[in-house]
């Protein structure tokens, strides 16, 4: 890492302090989504692929192709287990990559889908896993169009991996992208938080809530649809999964140099997750979603945003949680219920390994 | 499988008289591009899919996106090892989807790339992957504009898996598919086949003839656009990969219900690569490609085809093959070099375990 800029000013964590124990081999944590992720992202692939539209970060590309402007996303889907309260495998990976176009302001329009598979898999689950996949996206109405099928032995790989590529198509007018948030948007959180983490978490231990916390997982596309519709000059979109709503936040505070303020009161978390969260020992701002988004949205439009939000079923529980601000910038600081202020962080590696 | 229309006649193999002998299980002959894996796609994936464009069993998708025909494919990469003689699976990610493009009749534009890495991997290693992956994007003028990175713990993936998805554009007046091959088209190859199984089982076997056999992973699409050049009537083009020259036969004979008939000693192997395979008692037309293709061309366009690929550095040694006919429907005729014919059939299961 000697060739590495210290502290290069553009580069979230290039100059974070903790040491990386044994940075010669990938840990589970530079999956995670949190310090070790953003590190491999700036130093392994960033240099070797730099370009404006990677570089953007973004949930997705957009390009023109002809008239059309394009987005362009990729995901792999590792969950396990593979069937887990309120989903499978199937259906994450066809709503994942959904929402990563939604996102993008992208109307979602045709995905790939690619297996690896270990040997010993029972076919019986790749059909479940299939089917659910095939409703998922009959019910978003998009298109699985082209596919891919690998078979890896047996302790080689575990049980089923999914890629999700998709293609969808911004309309004019649209341009969301984490360069545009901007000091005094509104933060907009589209329901209760932790649901998926703490789902996979439970069904892993075998606790007894099992069944009462379910999977968010749901195609947002028609939600940032209504938003869009409400509002067309929404800055930006994420979906918060790995890494939780902590992820997005400190993310695009730390590589905008904007502050973000966010009152804790603000952000909705259902009673169960909060409970299971203590069992846990987990953060829930830390923990995956699969079925929410944060926009940022200028003042003007934050009113009309949040009602089309709260209109629609996978927004009912909508609520403005914070700004964008220029003080402080690369900080995201939380307003605590008891009315103190603290910083929120990332972990350095991992707490939830293979969440999604 | 008692809802599966028994000897269903679109079907290829599903009247296979070699029975399953677990069929309840993934195994590791379904990956093979053999008939394990048309029985896959055949049972499990058209039947939950059935569209036209994923029907049509091409290497790509092909659509209209506003004023534009575009191409999709996506490709999952599992070749152990990881390093392998003439390249490496970044290399290899990247070049085998500009082909599934290419031979679509595409430009290849823009791919995802998204890794799944196993706890352990060492980070040089995955940089040096990720140094080939931009090189190999580099030289053929392609975008990688997405990506994706998961971590699996040790015994859940195995080094390095890579999924890469591709975008491209077919030119008005191309129209290439399966679907359009015709009785009395020409098959063109583009050179000598077998390279990359035979580098790959050699590495793996540590032979002394390693070096000398190297993998013939080249992106194709500059190929591709002279022949189309040449004539754009071609009417479909495959790249031998999984299961070789014979597979991308046997399954256009089967599906178009045409027969083929092949002169064995028009088709180029390279001596060592022969050598190899009497060795290791494989046929070369079952091995894998990674830099040629097969194209199905009326008669009426074969000489200038052929004389476009001659002409271009990774056609040098092209040749026609055979003749697609209406004789012998389903069946592929292989004239052998003592004059007689036998019937070119795949293997039930694997030869040769993640090849690609």
Redesign the interface.
């Known amino acids: 890492m000697s060739s590495e800029p210290q502290g290069a000013p553009a580069a979230p964590f290039a100059d974070c302090p903790v040491p990386i124990t044994r940075?010669?081999?990938?840990?589970?944590?530079?999956?995670?989504g949190g310090k070790l992720?953003s590190q491999?992202?700036e130093r392994?692939?960033l240099p070797?692929?730099r370009?404006p539209?990677?570089e953007a970060l973004d949930d997705?590309?957009i390009?023109p192709?002809?008239?059309?402007r394009?987005a362009?996303?990729?995901?792999?889907?590792?969950v396990?287990p593979i069937f887990f309260p309120g989903g499978d495998i199937g259906e994450l990976a066809v709503n994942g990559t959904i929402n990563d176009l939604a996102v993008g302001g992208a109307a979602p329009?045709?995905l790939?889908?690619?297996?690896?598979?270990?040997?010993?898999?029972?076919?019986?689950d790749?059909?479940r896993i299939?089917?659910s996949?095939?409703r998922a996206?009959e019910q978003a109405g998009v298109?699985?169009?082209?596919?891919?099928?690998?078979?890896?032995?047996r302790?080689?790989?575990?049980k089923i991996?999914i890629?999700t590529?998709g293609?969808g198509?911004v309309a004019p007018g649209h341009d969301l992208s984490s360069r545009r948030v901007s000091a005094g948007d509104a933060i907009l959180l589209s329901g209760p938080i932790g649901d998926h983490g703490v789902a996979i978490l439970s069904c892993r231990e075998g606790l007894a809530f099992e069944g009462a916390i379910q999977s968010d997982t749901a195609a947002l596309h028609t939600l940032t649809g209504a938003m869009l519709a409400a509002f067309p000059g929404i800055h930006a979109m994420r979906d918060p999964t790995r890494g939780g709503v902590a992820a997005t936040l400190v993310e695009i505070a730390t590589r905008r140099r904007l502050g973000i303020e966010v009152d804790e009161r603000a952000i909705p978390v259902r009673d169960a997750v909060r409970g299971a969260c203590e069992i846990f020992g987990l953060d829930p701002l830390l923990v995956a979603n699969e079925g929410k988004l944060i926009a940022f949205v200028p003042e003007e439009g934050a009113d009309r945003v949040l009602g089309a939000m709260r209109a629609h079923p996978l927004g009912r529980e909508a609520a403005c949680i914070g700004r964008v601000s220029e003080d402080h910038p690369g900080i995201v600081l939380l307003r605590t219920p008891i009315g103190g202020d603290r910083v929120l962080d990332l972990p350095f590696g991992e707490s939830l390994?293979?969440i999604c």
């Open positions: 940075p010669e081999e990938i840990l589970l944590g530079h999956g995670s992720t491999l992202i392994v692939f070797a692929f370009n539209l990677l997705q590309a390009f192709l002809g008239e059309s394009v362009f996303t990729t995901d792999s889907y590792v396990t329009l045709f790939s889908l690619a297996f690896i598979l270990e040997e010993g898999l029972p076919i019986e790749l059909r299939v089917a996949a095939r996206a298109r699985i169009v082209t596919g891919d099928t690998k078979v890896v032995g302790g080689s790989g575990d991996f890629n590529s293609i198509v390994p293979r």
